[in-house]
């Protein structure tokens, strides 16, 4: 399994994986058709799916282009989200494949949208499985609760995506990994993983390199959303459970100018 990242607009990440068997392949998030039809025929490719995280533009609003560009394409997307050019709607636990190797399970990881879908996926078994999140799940961050509640949020990240295996690459929407390194140490100042990892993060910025993937394990030690089911970060923001502390430091990170 290859993957692929295709920068677009001001700090967006679209994807291709690559089932190397056979070179089908499937974009993620396709906002700017043009550039990822570019880089699949760059690396010899077959685009064969496109997999919609959620509805919102700089998202979604490349699939009805991508019908046009590579026709008989299937876009997939979530039941519930209103995806644009969305051919085949997904619910939770649906099961697809690319080529001979790739398995593609879909989890529905609401709040930033009703209908939001990240998708696992899995190659041969000596390659570690990766996750596409889109907006649910940041590097050291989570998305807005724009549809949803902490409610979710706590079930989406720290439940469903967090039950993932620790190695599982993550691969997310947007590069906001430095922003949200430098918010991750206002709530836990002595972390000395975050310290260092906001350290890298600031080399990879400077050398003009993505900070993704990251690892369901890695955000377990940096990821102030996905660690407030320690009793140290609830009573670091005054908060008795894990939903209350999320949904406090989401509001923080709301008021946060760094």
Known sequence: MKIVHVPCLEDNYAYIIVDESTGEAAAVD?????KIVQAAAEI??????VLTTHHHWDHAGGNEKMRVLVPGIKVYGGSID???????????????????????????????TR??????????????PAVFTGDTLFIAGCGKFFEGTA???????????GSLPKPTRVYCGHEYTKKNLQFALTVEPENEK????????????HAGLPTIPSSIGEEFETNPFMRVDLPEIQAKVGCGSPVEALREIRKLKDNWRG
């Open 44 to 49: 010899g490719a077959y685009l064969k799916l």
């Open 82 to 112: 209103n995806v644009k050019g969305c051919t085949d709607k997904l619910e939770n636990g649906d099961k697809l494949s690319l080529g001979t190797d790739i398995n593609i399970l879909c989890l529905h990881t609401p709040c930033h």
């Open 30 to 34: 396709p906002v700017e058709p043009d």
């Open 115 to 128: 209908g939001h879908i990240s998708y696992y996926v899995a190659g041969k078994a000596e390659e570690d």
């Open 151 to 161: 409610e979710q949020m706590y079930q989406s990240l720290c439940v469903t995506l």
């Open 194 to 205: 975050i310290s260092q990892k906001l350290l890298w993060a600031q080399h990879q910025h």
